[in-house]
C-alpha cells in the first residue's frame, strides 16, 4: 500500500550542528519527494523537491539525497539556526496517482541557540 | 501572485451545524487538494480535483463530509452535521497538475465544534 515512514519523531540540535531526517516509501515507482516545512500555526511550506532521474539536489543549507534502490530519501540541514525550528514533513507521490502526495509523520526540530 | 486563499480562518461552531469551508486556488493551477491536520492523525488528503473533477475521494471520513469544485477558481468543503471530532485545521492546496507536482498550501482553516 501507499506508505511513507519519517523518522526521527523529534530531533534536539545544537545551532550551528547539522540535522539529518529520514524517510521511507513502500511504492518503488514513486518519483517525486518534496519536503515541507510547518512553523507553529502556520502552513506547510515547499522548502526542496527531488525527482527520480537524480540522486542529489542543494539549495542553500539544505539538500536531499534520494536512494531509489533503498526506497528512501533524507533532508540535510546543515549550519542550523534557531529559524530553523519547525515540523519537516516528507512527502512522495505514487505512481498511478496524479498528483496525491502521501506524507511522513513530520519530525519536529528543535534549534538551541 | 496572491496564493492560495481560504476562509474564514477560524471557524467556531456547535455541534450539528453545518460547516463550508471555502479555497481559491493559485491562478492556471488545475489541482486542488483539500487535507485535515490533527495532532493525533497529522496530515490527511481528504480528496483532490483535476481540472475540476473529483479524482479521489477516499479519505473523506465519512458521509457528513463533501466537496466541490464548480469551476477552476473556486472549491468548498462541506460538514454536515458537524461533530467535536471534526474539529482540525483544514488545509487547502494547488497544484499546476501533471506537469508540475508542486503543491502550494493555503492559510488553512481552523474549526473548532463545541
Known amino acids: 500500500g501507499e506508505n511513507v515512514e519519517q523518522h526521527p519523531s523529534t530531533l534536539s540540535v545544537q545551532e550551528g550542528d547539522s540535522a539529518v531526517i529520514k524517510c521511507t516509501y513502500s511504492?518503488?515507482?514513486?518519483?517525486?519527494f518534496p519536503w515541507y516545512k510547518q512553523e507553529l500555526g502556520k502552513r506547510p511550506q515547499l522548502i526542496i523537491d527531488?525527482?527520480?532521474?537524480?540522486g542529489e539536489k542543494k539549495d542553500q543549507r539544505i539538500a536531499v539525497t534520494l536512494n531509489k534502490t533503498a526506497k528512501h530519501f533524507s533532508l540535510h540541514i546543515t549550519e542550523t539556526q534557531p529559524e530553523d525550528s519547525a515540523v519537516y514533513f516528507c512527502?512522495?507521490?505514487?505512481?498511478?496517482?496524479?498528483?496525491?502526495?502521501?506524507f511522513g509523520q513530520g519530525t519536529t526540530l528543535q534549534v538551541k541557540p | 501572485d496572491a496564493g492560495v486563499i481560504q476562509s474564514p480562518r477560524h471557524e467556531v461552531t456547535e455541534m450539528g451545524q453545518e460547516v463550508t469551508l471555502r479555497c481559491k486556488p493559485i491562478?492556471?493551477?488545475?489541482?486542488l487538494f483539500w487535507y485535515r491536520q490533527t495532532m493525533m492523525r497529522g496530515l490527511e488528503l481528504l480528496i483532490y480535483?483535476?481540472?475540476?473533477?473529483?479524482?479521489?475521494d477516499s479519505g473523506m471520513p465519512e458521509d457528513r463530509f463533501s466537496a466541490k469544485m464548480p469551476n477552476a477558481s473556486f472549491s468548498t468543503l462541506k460538514i454536515q452535521p458537524s461533530e467535536p471530532r471534526d474539529s482540525a485545521v483544514y488545509f487547502c492546496?494547488?497544484?499546476?497538475?501533471?506537469?508540475?507536482?508542486?503543491?502550494?498550501f493555503g492559510p488553512g482553516t481552523r474549526l473548532t465544534v463545541t
Open positions: 512527502a512522495a507521490i505514487f505512481s498511478g496517482n496524479t498528483g496525491k502526495l502521501i
Open positions: 511504492d518503488s515507482a514513486s518519483n517525486y
Open positions: 491562478s492556471g493551477h488545475n489541482s
Open positions: 492546496a494547488s497544484s499546476p497538475g501533471l506537469a508540475s507536482n508542486e503543491q502550494y
Open positions: 527531488i525527482r527520480s532521474n537524480v
Open positions: 480535483f483535476n481540472n475540476n473533477v473529483p479524482i479521489d
